[in-house]
C-alpha cells in the first residue's frame, strides 16, 4: 500500500482514519494515502453526434458516456440517493466509478461528484457493483467489490466522512480493506466473487451479508454468506445462503424481506410470522435476471424457496426485456421497497460512441407480494405522475378486429398510457399447445402482424405516421386444459428500419384469469424506452428502440385489435409527460 509522502497526505490519512474509527466504533489504524488513479480499461472516445432523439426526458441518465449498474441506493436525511456504475471518460464500459446523484422525489436529479473511485490496492483495477446499508445510530455504510492488482475481486467498505451532511458528498474507506477476499482456504473462484447485497441483522445480533458466485470448474451458483459483529471483520459461513446448479454465475444478489399481509415495504432486516423473502440474482451467462419467494430460516441462515418457485431463469423475473443488476432498497418515509434496474442499449457500440452515451435507469419500481403469495407485484412509483401534463381520455369503445385507432392529442413520444380491456367470447379462444413453454419464443412467431381469434390486441407505441416503424405491446388469450393463458408481448420487430439495432421481441405469461379480471396495460414512453406493465404490474417488459422516421413530432399513438373477435376498451388515459430535471 502506497506511503503519504507529505505533511498534506499525512493529515488527510489521519483524517481518513478518524472519520472511519467514528462512524464505526473502532481504534485508529493506519492508512495509505487516498488519491485518485484512474485506470484507462478502454480508450476515451468523443462523441460526434449532434441531434438527440433517443435521450430520455423522465427516466433517469447522465449527460454523457456509460453507465450501468444501480448502485447503493438509499434514502438518508430526507434526500434520495443513487449511485451507479460509470465510465467518466466514454461511452462504453470502462474505468469504473461510482457517480451519485441526490433527488428529493424519485424523479427529479442532482449529480454529485462521484463518490467512490480507485485510490486503495484493493480497488485500483475497478470499483464494482455494492449495496448501502444503514447501520446504528442512522449511519450509512457501503460494501462495493473492489478489482485489486492481482485482478481478483474482493469487498471493500466506505463510509460518509461528514454524517451531518444530507448529501453524502464525501466518502472514506476503511483501513481494513478488503473486508472479504478469496483465498485457497475459503475455495472462492477470485474472478466470481462480486456484489455484495445490503446488510441485515439476525437474532444473534451479528449482520449477514450475501456476494454473488459460483463454483470453480462448474455452473452451480451461488450466495455466500458473511457474518460479522462490527461491519468490519467478516466470517465465511460454512454453507452459502441458498445455491442452484445449472445456473451459472450469480451477479448482483438481492436478499429482502416481504410482508404477506399487507401491500408495504419491510426493513431488510425484518423477519418472522407473515414475513416472505425473495432472493433475485442476475444471471451472468444469460443476462436475464430471476427471483424466487421463500423461506428464510435466521437461525440455520438457509434459504428455502418455495414449491413451484422455480429456480432458474425459466422462473419469475421482475422484467421480460431489457432489465438487469437491479437494486432495491427500504423506503422508510413511505414504508415501500423500491426497486431499481439497468436498461442497456439495443444500439451497436459504434451508435453509442456517436450519440455519446449508453444506457439509462428504468423509472424506480415499487414492489410487494400479489395476493397469492406466489409473484411481486410492480408498479411505477406514484412521485412519476408529478410530470403528467395534458390528458387524452378515450371514452368507452368497441374495437372490431382489423381495427387501428389513433390516440391523438398527446405528446407520442413522451407519454404515460393506460388502458383497461374487457373481453368477451373467451370460448372462441385458440387452444394453448401446452409445448409452448417458451413465452419469448411464442412472441416470436405470433407477432403484432399475425392474426388470432383474441388478439393481438393492445397499443403501437413510437409509431411513424404510415406505420413503417412502430412497436407493439399487445395480449393474446388462449384456451387451456384447465384456464385460459394470457400472452403478453413487445414485439420489436418493425421498430425501426434501421436494421443494425436489436430488434429482439419479448414475451410473459400473465397471470390474470380473463374470464373474471380486466386486462389492464401501462406503458412509459420516453423516446428510446417502452416500459410496459400487464396486470396491474403481474408482468413487466421494457424495451429500447431507435426508430428512423417515428422521432419527436413524427411519433404516432394507437390502439389496435389484430384479432377476429372484437375486444372493448372500457378506459384508455394519456398523459403527455413534463420532462424531468436529472443531472
Known sequence: MAKPSSLLH?????????????????????????????????????????????????????????????????????????????????????????????????????????????????????????????????????????????NQQVQNLAVPKNLSDPYLIEWVKSPHN????????????????????????????????????????????????????????????????????????????????????????????????????????????????????????????????????????????????????????????????????????????????????????????????DKSGKQLVQWPILEIEKLHNSQVVLPNKLIKGGTVLEVSGVTAAQADVEVLFEVKGLEKAEVFDPTWTNPQMLCSQKGASVKGSLGPFGLLVMASKGLEEYTAVFFRIFKGQNKYVVLMCSDQSRSSLNNSNDKTTYGALLDVDPLHEKLSLRTLIDHSIVESFGGGGKSCITARVYPVLAVEDGTHLHVFNNGTQSVEVLTLSAWSMKKAKIN
Open 10 to 150: 499525512l493529515l488527510a490519512s489521519v483524517v481518513t482514519v478518524l472519520a472511519i474509527s467514528v462512524l464505526l466504533g473502532h481504534g485508529v489504524l493506519h492508512v495509505g494515502a487516498s488519491h485518485r488513479v484512474y485506470r484507462n480499461l478502454r480508450k476515451t472516445v468523443e462523441s460526434t453526434s449532434v441531434k438527440q432523439p433517443y435521450r430520455t426526458s423522465y427516466h433517469f441518465q447522465p449527460p454523457k458516456n456509460w453507465i450501468n449498474d444501480p448502485n447503493g441506493p438509499m434514502l438518508y436525511k430526507g434526500i434520495y440517493h443513487l449511485f451507479y456504475q460509470y465510465n467518466p471518460k466514454a461511452a462504453v464500459w470502462g474505468n469504473i466509478i461510482w457517480a451519485h446523484s441526490t433527488s428529493t422525489d424519485l424523479v427529479n436529479w442532482t449529480p454529485h461528484v462521484p463518490a467512490i473511485f480507485p485510490s486503495q490496492e484493493s480497488d485500483i483495477n475497478g470499483c464494482w457493483s455494492g449495496s448501502a446499508t444503514i447501520l446504528p445510530g442512522y449511519k450509512p455504510a457501503i460494501l462495493y467489490t473492489g478489482i485489486n492488482p492481482q
Open 178 to 369: 478488503p473486508l472479504m477476499a478469496p483465498t485457497a482456504m475459503n475455495q472462492i473462484n477470485a474472478s466470481s466473487f462480486r456484489d455484495p447485497t445490503t446488510a441485515w441483522v439476525g437474532p444473534d445480533g451479528r449482520w449477514r451479508v450475501i456476494i454473488g458466485n459460483k463454483r470453480d470448474r462448474g455452473r452451480k451458483g451461488r450466495a455466500i454468506l458473511y457474518r460479522s459483529k462490527d461491519f468490519v471483520r467478516w466470517t465465511k459461513a460454512q454453507h452459502p445462503l441458498h445455491s442452484a446448479k445449472n445456473t451459472g454465475m450469480w451477479e448482483c444478489p438481492d436478499f429482502f424481506p416481504v410482508s404477506a399481509q399487507v401491500p408495504l415495504g419491510l426493513d431488510t432486516s425484518i423477519n418472522g410470522p407473515n414475513v416472505k423473502h425473495v432472493l433475485k440474482v442476475s444471471l451472468d451467462d444469460k443476462k436475464h435476471e430471476y427471483y424466487t419467494v421463500g423461506t428464510y430460516n435466521s437461525t440455520t441462515d438457509r434459504y428455502v424457496p418455495d414449491k413451484g418457485s422455480v429456480d432458474s431463469d425459466s422462473g419469475l423475473r421482475y422484467d421480460y426485456g431489457k432489465f438487469y443488476a437491479s437494486k432495491t432498497f427500504f423506503d422508510s418515509k413511505t414504508n415501500r421497497r423500491i426497486l431499481w434496474g439497468w436498461i442497456n442499449e439495443s444500439s451497436s457500440e459504434d451508435d453509442d460512441i456517436k450519440k455519446g452515451w449508453s444506457g439509462i435507469q428504468a423509472i424506480p419500481r415499487t414492489i410487494w407480494l
